[in-house]
């Protein structure tokens, strides 16, 4: 499988933009780039996913390198709920869409 | 609400016991699946159905795990023979039929075995 990697934790202060990176060197041509939170005591929620073009939706943007090595999840105005783990995944129909999560990014927001 | 629901919340177990946990999956969705996540830790995959096929099982599910789906709508999970290894959430997810729908999780249920 192919792996991402993230760093362990971040910080952001509350109504300020929010970049997570993720590497996913070893992506490869059908893997989409998936993101999901966690928030404590809850269930994965999913945020956003995307293959080769940036992605917006209500939660987030997804900005996906060219080479598609990297992507970054942006969040453009954290609040005090956006605190969570978030997991960038690869995946793929061919997988069954059997995302396996890593450690994910454990993000701090304060006021 | 129409989201995944899991029953219980919460078991305590004794070592050795046998436990079983139900997955009550959106609707519409033909796709669920069953993860692990223990303290500190991602969700880690341990089997995947579509309707009521069990397409895919990880190496973690041992021969003690067993999972059904039997009319393609809820499903269970049974663990025989508890150990305190097997402590951990277990996690239920549906998803939709099409292309890569995301997958909808439930708020699982916490396993204790004590």
């Known amino acids: 499988d192919a792996k991402t990697t993230q760093p362990n934790s971040m910080e952001s202060n509350e109504e300020e933009p929010v970049h997570l990176p993720c590497n996913h060197s070893?992506?490869?041509?059908?893997?989409?780039i998936h993101w999901y939170r966690q928030l404590p005591s809850q269930g994965p929620e999913y945020v956003i996913h995307g293959l080769t073009s940036n992605v917006n939706n209500r939660m987030a943007s997804l900005a996906i390198a060219e080479d598609r090595k990297s992507s970054t999840l942006i969040l453009h105005r954290a609040t005090l709920r956006d605190a969570a783990v978030y997991y960038c995944i690869l995946g793929t129909s061919n997988s069954g869409y059997a995302l396996n999560f890593g450690k994910g990014t454990s993000l701090l927001v304060t006021p | 609400d129409t989201g995944v629901s899991q029953d219980p919340r919460h078991k305590i177990t004794k070592r050795g016991q046998n436990v079983t946990f139900r997955c009550d999956p959106i609707?519409?969705?033909?796709?669920l699946y069953w993860y692990r996540q223990t303290l500190g830790q991602g969700p880690e995959f341990l089997t995947y159905f579509q309707n009521e096929a069990q397409l895919e099982k990880s190496r973690l599910l041992s021969d003690r795990f067993s999972a059904e789906r039997p009319k393609g709508s809820f499903s269970t999970l049974e663990i025989q023979r508890t150990e305190q290894g097997d402590s951990a959430m277990y996690l239920c997810?549906?998803?939709?039929?099409?292309?890569?729908?995301?997958?909808?999780f439930g708020n699982g249920t916490r396993l204790t075995v004590t």
């Open positions: 997810a549906s998803s939709h039929p099409q292309g890569e729908s995301p997958l909808h």
């Open positions: 070893t992506i490869s041509g059908t893997d989409y």
């Open positions: 609707s519409e969705h033909n796709r």
